[in-house]
């Protein structure tokens, strides 16, 4: 609806005396194969994800204003599940003056400073795509909103208002073997909450140039962006809500050069309005996390990274006292320590790659190296594994241990 309305603005703008357009197209192929290393996905197939996809990505720009239109859209087969599908990425409208820049309609906002840790970037992501050998692009979902970003010498100043709500994608036990506290229940309903123009999600991120940091301010009114679930009787369900309690997010953050490479620091306050007090076991408490990064250039196609994050949950003594005995306990305190390295050869036609996440506090880790190879300037291909493990299969990562898959990307430009 947003970006309808901005095309039709842009459209007017367009139709005036002496504008001028260009036009830019980009679309590419893409097959993603990922199969599990041993056994079958709960469904019965040995392949995790099969798809192929045809992106489509057209930008129409004006030559006198400062106006532009995008539109990316994938068409999508899934070979798996035997389905066709049209996954909008991105449509939007940009508009800009000296010191205003305006975007309506679906866009992906990136904020924050973290290596794939997301403290103060609250927008919704697939965590399917993550764990399952899509291209990076595809961790990012967009959102259907507004951005206005107005630059001054002093401070720089971005908001973004959503106008619909838009969910995590998640990982499901069709596909995954999960830990579930209500496995055996299979009447499940999801209910968002009621957003529009007059209830939108609100960012709001102030930035500017401090000693030789870039430093940023956040704050965010909206919606937690993972399900609390709460069954119709905790002894005996037979249905199990999914909803979304409300969350404020206050944050702060700055990257610059120190130490010989980049130091990434960031922090940030969740606050669960909807519970305070933390009783309430089906609305994830308030929690403070943290992120301290660094990444070097080691030499000239040799780079690696390294962090390390944390998250403390709140009113933790009220969290114990209240939860079932059917779900199973969180720890008070969990923390990710992250290991990036990443080498170029072949004049940067080969690029070898590791992210490894490790949690101290839980002690489960994910794997992911990548060979990632440029054939031409128009095909690339890329081969990659993620392999999950823990000491239980309980914790966030340790849940997946029975997912370890290998994949394969294949790529054409056109």
Request: proline share 5%; net charge negative.
């Amino acid at each position: 609806m947003l970006f309808a309305t901005a095309l039709a603005s842009a459209t007017s703008l367009a139709q005036e005396p002496g504008n001028s357009w260009g036009i830019d197209v980009e679309n590419f192929l893409l097959g993603t194969y990922s199969r599990l290393s041993s056994g079958e996905t709960p469904e019965g197939h040995r392949f995790l994800l099969a798809e192929e996809r045809l992106r489509l990505d057209l930008s129409v720009w004006s030559e006198n204003i400062e106006l532009e239109a995008r539109v990316k859209v994938d068409g999508t087969h899934d070979s798996v599940a035997g389905e066709f599908d049209v996954d909008l990425r991105e449509a939007y409208v940009d508009y800009s003056t000296r010191k205003l820049d305006l975007r309506a309609g679906r866009q992906i906002a990136t904020w924050g400073v973290g290596d794939l840790l997301f403290i103060n970037d609250v927008f919704p992501k697939d965590w399917v795509s993550f764990f399952s050998g899509r291209p990076l692009e595809y961790l990012k979902l967009g959102v259907d909103g507004v951005r206005a970003n107005y630059s001054t010498k002093p401070l720089n100043v971005e908001l973004v208002i959503v106008t619909d709500f838009r969910p995590d994608t998640l990982p499901t036990p069709r596909r995954f073997y999960l830990h579930d506290d209500f496995a055996g229940v299979a009447d499940r309903i999801e209910t968002h909450p009621d957003t529009g123009l007059d209830n939108p999600e609100i960012a709001l991120r102030a930035y500017r140039r401090i000693g030789g940091f870039d430093a940023s301010a956040y704050a965010y009114r909206g919606y937690w962006r993972s399900p609390g679930q709460v069954p119709d009787d905790y002894d005996v369900p037979t249905e199990v809500t999914h909803f979304f309690p409300a969350l404020s997010v206050y944050g702060v953050s700055a990257q610059g050069q120190a130490m010989g490479g980049v130091l990434s620091l960031e922090g940030g306050y969740y606050d669960s309005r909807d519970d305070s007090a933390g009783v309430n076991p089906a609305i994830a408490n308030s929690e403070a996390r943290f992120l301290l990064g660094y990444q070097r250039q080691l030499s000239e196609d040799f780079n690696i990274g390294v962090q390390y994050y944390a998250e403390v949950m709140m009113d933790y003594d009220a969290y114990e006292r209240t939860l079932p005995a059917v779900s199973t306990p969180r720890n008070e305190y969990r923390d990710i320590v992250t290991l990036r390295l990443t080498r170029f050869l072949k004049h940067q036609t080969w690029r070898l790659s590791l992210f490894a996440f490790y949690s101290p506090a839980e002690q489960d880790y994910l794997l992911q190296p990548q060979a990632k190879y440029r054939i031409s300037d128009n095909f690339s291909t890329a081969l990659g594994a993620n392999i999950f493990g823990g000491e239980k299969q309980t914790t966030f990562l340790g849940q997946f241990d029975r997912n370890d898959n290998l994949y394969l990307t294949l790529r054409y430009d056109f």
